[in-house]
C-alpha cells in the first residue's frame, strides 16, 4: 500500500525568536539565549484527497498562528524553572512576553509542535492523516525531531 508524504516549513526568516534556557545545564545553555526557529512539519496519509494532495498547505492558517502565539517574541519558560516567579513578576510588569511550557530545547519544542498539529490535523482530517514528524532548528547545525 502506497504511503504519500508532504512537508510545510516555517523557516527561521519567519521571525519566531524565542528566548529560553536550560536551567539544569551545566554548559552556557543555562543562561538566556534565543534564536529565530525554524519548524518543519511532515505529514502523512495512505489516500490522497480530490486534488492528489496530502494537506491543504491554504489550510494551515491556525498552525501557523499558534506558532506565532507561542514562539513569536516570547520568552519561553519551564514550569519548574527555579526562578519561574522572577520570569512572572517580569511578564507582568512587560518586560517579557513569556509563555510557561512543561520544559525547553528543541525536543520539548517539538513535541509541544507535534502534539498542537496532530490534534489539528485530526480535526481537519479525521483519520486521513497525520503528523509523522515535526522538526525544530535553532540554526543550521542544531535541530530535535520528535516522530510519532
Not at 551545566?26 to 525554524?38: A, I, N, P, Q
Request: hydrophobic share 35%; proline share 1%; glycine share 6%.
Amino acid at each position: 500500500m502506497s504511503r504519500f508524504f508532504c512537508s510545510k516549513k516555517y523557516g527561521h526568516e519567519r521571525g519566531f525568536s524565542a528566548a529560553f534556557r536550560q536551567w539544569r545545564a551545566d554548559s552556557h545553555c543555562r543562561f538566556m539565549h534565543g534564536y529565530s526557529l525554524e519548524f518543519e512539519f511532515v505529514f502523512g496519509s495512505k489516500k490522497l484527497d480530490e486534488n492528489n494532495w496530502v494537506v491543504d498547505f491554504g489550510g494551515l492558517k491556525h498552525l501557523e498562528t499558534w506558532l506565532r502565539q507561542n514562539f513569536d517574541h516570547k520568552t519561553l519558560v519551564a514550569f519548574d524553572d527555579p526562578n519561574f516567579t522572577f520570569f512572572e513578576e517580569m511578564h507582568e510588569t512587560e518586560i517579557i512576553d513569556m509563555v510557561s511550557v512543561e520544559g525547553t530545547g528543541c525536543e520539548m519544542f517539538a513535541k509541544m509542535a507535534m502534539d498542537y498539529s496532530s490534534d489539528l490535523i485530526q480535526k481537519i482530517y479525521d483519520d486521513r492523516c497525520w503528523v509523522e514528524s515535526v522538526t525544530v532548528r535553532e540554526h543550521g547545525a542544531n535541530s530535535a525531531t520528535c516522530k510519532r
